[in-house]
Structure formats: structure tokens, C-alpha cells
């Protein structure tokens, strides 16, 4: 008749609640003394093993003076820990470079592991959201290890079984703050690790002046300047169309003349041929004579725009069948189309047949012209779509400072940000943050942080009247990148 009887319920029922109306005693299973002490012994004993076996160098500092204290009295421990201490301070003066390589970054990410964080890790995950405290546990992402470099802390990361990269891409406010940096760039390591960038210093702060002119003829990649990292800033033109955008004032001129400067010796053995386009009679005008072709009133710059698809129309058909890509020669140099402002031909020209005609040539030259040696070198103000609807033609893309934070996946495309790409955190004090910027290139979807170098117009009057006068090293011939 009752399917349960009264009780089978309670029987079910646990409480230790002392408010709770019912109090059930659950059933307690004594456990012999000897086992908890083994299980103890041997969760100290793994910890051990484990302290040796990830960190031998600071076990081993420790370790030894101990024993040598324990032995033969502390104060030999103490002589050990000073002669090793003076030993270390001399090494970093004799030679700074090799101390650092070898031991000064490995303390110093020693430091940084069990200071900052170690430290800070559960706190950090729990409340940013990357944690998960479940019944009284908590599941947390694991902190693998943590290396130095000269800028920044590289903390390796495996994630939680089922978290994205978004999960942290998302949330790199509250790391960055959570761990006391100014900011914070995710990179995927390998499936399910993440690679934490945290500057500790901003090696970018101070500018960085022109590069010397390079003494060989290449067509790039091009040295512009110097990476986050501290090696040089590259940027390959030849092959691919780069776009840059940021703000006036955001450095755009310094990027423009760091591939001019570095294509010079190009330019003069022939391999290069440079055709600008400055509609804002302002950037570019000043370096006129280092041009193959100049324009800047705007029926001029589509004229010279639809030259360049000639040019690119003409090479596509001789080579068609016969190669597949561009090789500069003096016959056939490399083109390089550079655009100041590029809104001034495109958005806001108000001739509707030439804004058409420009519209036209710089989408068939972006489509068609890189394996043919025509490439295209962008700069604009304002980079939504209606100003410039081509702007996914360009593989590579480079962000100076912009005003607003959805510019820049407009510029670097989506997720570029959440990334850590912050260009429009970047300083808008000229000293501080002009020519600093974040490039996207087509072979890698990392935004990368660098500065370009700063061309001033007495570098440019310089490279004119060293362009004039031949006086710029003769380029070898062969070198050719
Ligand atoms: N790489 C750099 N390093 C340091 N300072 C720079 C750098 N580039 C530019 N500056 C400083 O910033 C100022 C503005 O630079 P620039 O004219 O190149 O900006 P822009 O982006 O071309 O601006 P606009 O769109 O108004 O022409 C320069 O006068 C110079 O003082």
C-alpha cells in the first residue's frame, strides 16, 4: 500500500547542523594512527621531491649552507651565503650580460614566482573568474613556471579542462592589476597553456631616433625600428599591402620615412621605385626628389593610382605561366605605392567620379598587386569601414595611438585588444608614445608592440640631399632580400 514507509527518507538524510530541527550523527570510521601517519609522511616526502625537482638551484642554495651550518658550526653557513653573495655581485659588474643570462633573470623570476605570483594566484583567479571554488574547493588554472626577460615577467599558464582563450583574453584588466603590471598580453602556447606577458618596464618610453641608412640594396623586410623585446622592428613591404592608422599627432610620418629610409639604396640601384600620394601636401612633399612619381592634387593621385594598376595589369600578363612571383630587378622594380592620408582620396572626396576611380584602383592594386612587386603603404586617420571599405585588403595592419577602444580591432581585426593590443592606451605625449604601435601581420594573428624611429625633417632634408648627391654607400649588388 505505501510505496515508502516513514523513515526511509531520514534514513537517507545527513545533518551536523546544530540549528536544524533533526540531527543525524553521521557514522565515523576510526582510522588506525599508523596509516595517517604514513599518508602525512608521504605527502611531505613528495612535496620534497617535488620543491627539488622543479626548483635545484634554490634548493640547492639552501640545502648546503644549512649542512654546512649543521656540521661545522653557523658561521660557515654564513660565510658560504656572503662569499656567494660577493661572488654574484662582482659577476654582475664584470660582466652584466652573461650574469644576467645565467643567473640574475632566474632569481629574479624565482623572486617574481613566489613574491607576486604564487602569492597572489588563488585571490586572482577566484575573483577575476578564472578560478572556480566549488563545495568548499578550489579549482584553479596552474601557474607551470615563470621566466624574466629584460621587460617583462612570461608566465606560463595551463588552463582549467574546458576553459577558452577568450575566458582569459576577456580578463586581462584584472590580471594585470591583480599582479601589479600596467597591462597584460595573452599568447597561446601550445593546446591548453597560455603564455601571460606582464611588462615590469616599458622599454618603448624613450624615442628612438632614425636608423642609419642601411649600406646594402633590399626591398625589406625593412628595419623601422625596435620591438618591445628589444630586437629590431622589421617590416616587410615587399609582398604584402600594410596599413597604418592612428590619431594626429600618433606618429603615422614615422613609420612613412623609416621604410622610405630603409628602401634608399633600393631606390637608387633600381629596385625599388617609390610613388607617392600626399592629398595633405604636408608629409611627403618634403621628400619630392626621392620619388619615382608624386601627386597630390586628387584627379593627379588616381591618374597615378590607375598607372600602377597598368603597371600591375601589364607584369600580371607577361608573367602569367611563367612565374608566380615577384622578383625586383631593374626591368621589373618593386613599386611601392605610398598614401598619406588615404580618407582625403577615398571618404571625403567630394568629386564623386574621381572618389570612385581611386576607390576602384587601390581595391584592384590591394587584391592583385603583391605577387607582382606593386605593394601598397597606407596611412590613415579614421579607420571605420565607411571611410575606408578596403581596409581588410591589407594583410598587415600597424595601430598607433587611436582615440577609441573599438578602433582597434577595426584596424587589427576582432580580438586584437582583448589580446592586449591597447593602442588607444598608448600616451598621447609625443615623447612618451608617438611612433609606438601595435602591428598585425598576416603570418601571425599576435599583436606585436614597437616603436618606429623617429625621422625628423633634418634626417629627411639629409636623405634628399645624400639621394641627390650620390653620397648615400653604394648598394652590392646580389643582396637582394
Ligand atoms: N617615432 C617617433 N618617436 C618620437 N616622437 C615622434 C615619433 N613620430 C612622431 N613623433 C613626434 O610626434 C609628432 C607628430 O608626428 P607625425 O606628424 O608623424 O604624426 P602623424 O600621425 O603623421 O600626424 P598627422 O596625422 O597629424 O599628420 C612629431 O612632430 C614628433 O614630435
Redesign the pocket.
Known amino acids: 500500500m505505501f510505496k515508502k514507509l516513514p523513515g526511509d527518507e531520514a534514513q537517507q538524510l545527513v545533518s551536523t547542523t546544530p540549528d536544524t530541527a533533526v540531527v543525524f550523527r553521521p557514522a565515523v570510521v576510526r582510522t588506525p594512527a599508523f596509516i595517517t601517519i604514513v599518508i602525512f609522511a608521504w605527502r611531505v616526502l613528495s612535496a620534497l621531491v617535488r620543491l627539488v625537482w622543479r626548483h635545484p638551484i634554490a634548493s640547492t642554495a639552501t640545502a648546503v649552507p644549512c649542512a654546512l651550518g649543521w656540521l661545522y658550526g653557523w658561521q660557515w653557513g654564513v660565510v658560504l651565503v656572503a662569499l656567494v653573495l660577493v661572488g654574484l655581485t662582482a659577476w654582475r659588474f664584470v660582466d652584466r650580460a652573461s650574469f644576467l643570462r645565467l643567473a640574475g633573470w632566474r632569481l629574479l623570476a624565482w623572486w617574481r614566482l613566489v613574491w607576486v605570483y604564487r602569492r597572489h594566484w588563488q585571490p586572482v583567479m577566484i575573483i577575476s573568474g578564472l578560478g572556480r571554488h566549488v563545495r568548499g574547493r578550489d579549482y584553479l588554472p596552474r601557474l607551470v613556471g615563470v621566466s624574466c626577460t629584460s621587460w617583462a615577467d612570461l608566465v606560463t599558464v595551463r588552463m582549467l579542462t574546458g576553459q577558452a582563450v577568450t575566458d582569459w583574453s576577456d580578463r586581462i584588466e584584472h590580471l594585470a592589476h591583480g599582479f601589479g603590471a600596467t597591462s597584460c598580453r595573452v599568447t597561446v602556447s601550445r593546446p591548453g597553456r597560455l603564455l601571460l606577458a606582464f611588462p615590469r618596464r616599458d622599454p618603448l618610453a624613450v624615442?628612438?631616433p632614425a636608423l642609419p641608412i642601411p649600406a646594402a640594396a633590399s626591398v625589406g623586410p625593412v628595419e623601422i625600428g625596435k620591438r618591445e623585446d628589444g630586437t629590431p622592428w622589421w617590416l616587410k613591404v615587399h609582398g604584402t599591402h600594410v596599413l597604418v592608422a592612428?590619431a594626429?599627432?600618433?606618429?603615422?610620418?614615422?613609420i612613412i620615412w623609416s621604410t622610405i629610409r630603409g628602401l634608399l639604396p633600393a631606390v637608387r640601384a633600381g629596385l625599388v621605385q617609390i610613388w607617392a600620394l600626399d592629398p595633405?601636401l604636408?608629409?611627403l612633399s618634403f621628400g619630392r626628389n626621392l620619388f619615382d612619381r608624386y601627386a597630390a592634387d586628387p584627379a593627379a593621385c588616381a591618374e597615378l593610382l590607375e598607372a600602377a594598376v597598368k603597371v600591375m595589369q601589364e607584369r600580371a600578363g607577361r608573367f602569367a605561366g611563367v612565374q608566380r612571383n615577384h622578383i625586383p630587378t631593374v626591368d621589373d622594380p618593386f613599386v611601392l605605392v605610398v598614401v598619406d592620408?588615404v580618407a582625403f582620396l577615398t571618404a571625403y572626396q567630394s568629386d564623386k567620379g574621381l572618389k570612385l576611380r581611386i576607390s576602384a584602383a587601390l581595391a584592384t592594386l590591394t587584391t592583385q598587386g603583391r605577387a607582382v612587386g606593386v605593394g601598397v603603404l597606407a596611412?590613415l586617420?579614421d579607420p571605420r569601414k565607411d571611410v575606408l571599405s578596403i581596409r581588410n585588403l591589407f594583410p598587415d595592419k600597424i595601430a598607433?595611438r587611436l582615440d577609441e577602444s573599438e578602433q582597434v580591432d577595426m584596424v587589427l581585426g576582432d580580438g586584437a585588444r582583448d589580446r592586449g593590443a591597447l593602442a588607444d592606451l598608448i600616451s598621447p605625449d609625443?615623447?612618451l608614445g608617438?611612433?609606438i604601435a601595435y602591428a598585425r601581420l598576416e603570418t601571425s594573428p599576435e599583436p606585436m608592440r614597437a616603436?618606429?624611429?623617429?625621422v625628423s625633417d633634418a634626417d629627411i632634408r639629409a636623405m634628399v640631399a645624400a639621394f641627390a648627391a650620390d653620397t648615400v654607400p653604394l648598394p652590392q649588388t646580389g643582396e637582394v632580400a
Open positions: 624615442p628612438l592612428g594626429t599627432g600618433a606618429g603615422k610620418g614615422s595633405k604636408m608629409e592620408e596611412a586617420q598607433l609625443p615623447e608617438a611612433g616603436r618606429a624611429g623617429y
